[in-house]
């Protein structure tokens, strides 16, 4: 057990920290403190000493140094149960320091701040602050250290419990807390620096992130998960209403939200394990809605709904006729909220504005690595397309086959879609060989009664062989968009114009792994 008779305090949050240090007051411990803590504490008249009394040395460089000195660190550090640090310590007059109340400058929300300099995020790198955390952290088994006030009222508890002792566990667990937020300080000072230079990849990289909740389970109900955001971004994934989150929950949430938000107002797209099922846009949510499930309302059934839009009544009671996880949307009218409430078990998830919440890099964790890049957010435009067979496309084959090419890209590859101006007809998804979902793609359209006559077919990488195009041509398609690059572009090109097709090139691939 550690008791506790001399305690330093220096906060930048300031939550609750006159209550504890009345309670430490009251209970016989001496406190020292610093700068703007000292001036709280007297203020509030707890009786506490100044850090440069303590030391017998003035605090210096406008507050830089003042608790950066022997008689700190050797108070925090010196190992009480070791008699050679005792003596060293007495012979030094270094009193212990039992208990570190400590919490940092508020580098963040000083640099999120718009006109934020570089001199005003310098000056808020906390240096005193985190050298006594990690000593008072490192010698854990004589010192309690707290940088949480939500660990104030636990600490006060235990020692009400233990008569003025905490035990060493409790110590420990602190400690590791500490460890947690140091390193998260650090990793957004770093951050910052890299970003102030545009390193997007430096040699060494750390990321710093928040726990916001603990879901349900993960990819299974057999695996646990929690979601974090990360310290810079605050998550805007806070659901309305309905069931606790799952692991696959958020990635599909994730996934709806990204295809409706890089598609036209109004855009709706309707996720099932990771792949858009239907995506559409019309005049309003509702059409779109309608649009997008005549795609395939089979897989529908039980997806995630995208909408670039609000949701108003209408669209809201035409969802809700069969059972959906969730909806994620810029809004819900208060109307529609009273018909999902019918509903409880349907998430809601709100993001106010989806073109300002889309996030640049795309993380994928490997078991010995992490995998970075930027997201694929690249859209073509229709100058840039290159006409490669001989029959010419239209104003509107045009829009058509941009539509195509413009939902392909959040498809699984290797990657098919059948569209007209404004819906998809038919996916084929995930397949290992293109042909196939050439195929897939056109069966999944009969299966509900679409025709894929005449339709826009986009297809996320290049064709390898010419027997995607003759499948695509007995189906009735009538124009496809690709990237282009095969070795065998010539005689893809040739079966095109056999079938009086028309082809462009994008020059851009689009997988989706």
């Known amino acids: 057990m550690i008791e506790i008779k001399r305690a330093l305090v220096s906060v930048s949050d300031k939550s609750g920290i006159t209550e504890i240090c009345s309670f430490l007051s009251e209970n016989g411990v001496e406190i020292l403190s610093t700068g703007g803590t000292y001036d709280a504490l007297s203020k509030a008249g707890i009786p506490v000493r100044k850090v440069d009394d303590f030391t017998g040395f003035p605090e210096i460089l406008h507050g830089r140094v003042k608790t950066l000195h022997p008689k700190i660190h050797g108070g925090l550090l010196g190992d009480t149960t070791n008699p050679d640090h005792v003596k060293q310590m007495k ?3 270094i009193s212990p320091i039992e208990l570190v109340i400590v919490n940092l400058y508020p580098f963040v929300k000083t640099v999120q701040k718009p006109d934020c300099s570089l001199e005003d995020a310098i000056e808020n790198i906390d240096i005193g602050g985190p050298s006594m955390l990690r000593s008072a952290a490192k010698n854990h088994k004589n010192v309690v ?14 020692w009400k419990k233990n008569q003025g002792k905490i035990s060493k566990e409790t110590a420990f667990q602190y400690a590791a807390k500490v460890f947690a937020e140091t390193a998260s300080y650090d990793t957004a000072i770093s951050t910052y620096f890299n970003k102030k230079l545009d390193i997007k990849y430096p040699d060494k990289i750390s990321f710093a992130f928040t726990k916001k909740q603990k879901l349900r389970y993960g990819e299974n ?3 646990d998960a929690a979601f974090y955001e990360p310290i810079f971004t605050k998550s805007q994934f ?26 036209p107002k109004n855009a709706v797209s309707i996720v099932k394990h990771l792949n858009p099922c239907g995506i559409a846009f019309g005049d309003t949510v509702l059409e779109s809605f309608e649009l997008a499930r005549k ?11 995208g909408i670039h839009g609000k949701v108003e009544k209408d669209a809201a009671e035409e969802i809700t006729k069969n059972f959906v996880e969730g909806v994620i949307a810029e809004g819900f009218s208060p109307e529609a909220l009273e018909i999902f409430s019918k509903k409880p078990n349907i998430r809601l998830i709100p993001i106010a504005k989806f073109d300002d919440a889309l996030d640049e890099l795309d993380l994928r964790s490997l078991h010995h690595g992490l995998l970075i890049q930027n997201r694929d957010y690249d859209l073509i435009t229709k100058d840039k397309l290159k006409v490669v067979s001989k029959k010419k ?12 090419w413009n939902c392909v890209k959040f498809i699984k590859s290797n990657a098919i879609v059948y569209t007209d101006q404004n819906s998809t007809l038919g996916i084929g998804a995930g397949q290992m060989s293109r042909v196939d979902s050439v195929e897939l793609g056109a069966v999944k359209a009969q299966k509900v009664g679409l025709s894929v006559v005449g339709s826009y077919v986009g297809s996320d990488a290049f064709f390898p062989f010419r027997d995607g195009i003759d499948a695509i041509a007995k189906v009735g398609a009538k124009a496809i968009i690709q990237p282009g690059g095969s070795i065998k572009d010539e005689e893809v090109i040739q079966a095109a114009d056999e079938h009086g097709l028309i082809m462009v090139f994008t020059g851009m691939r689009h997988f989706r792994h």
């Open 91 to 93: 012979e030094n007059g």
């Open 295 to 305: 795609t395939d309302p089979i897989s529908a059934f039980g997806g995630i709904i």
């Open 393 to 404: 496309p239209t104003d509107d084959d045009l829009e058509g086959l941009m539509f195509a």
């Open 221 to 223: 109900p057999h695996q």
């Open 145 to 158: 250290v707290l940088t949480d006030p939500n660990d104030y009222q636990p600490f006060t508890e235990e």
């Open 238 to 263: 806070e659901a309305l209403q309905g069931k606790e989150l799952s692991f696959n929950n958020m990635l599909d949430f994730d996934a709806a939200f990204h295809v409706a938000s890089l598609l």
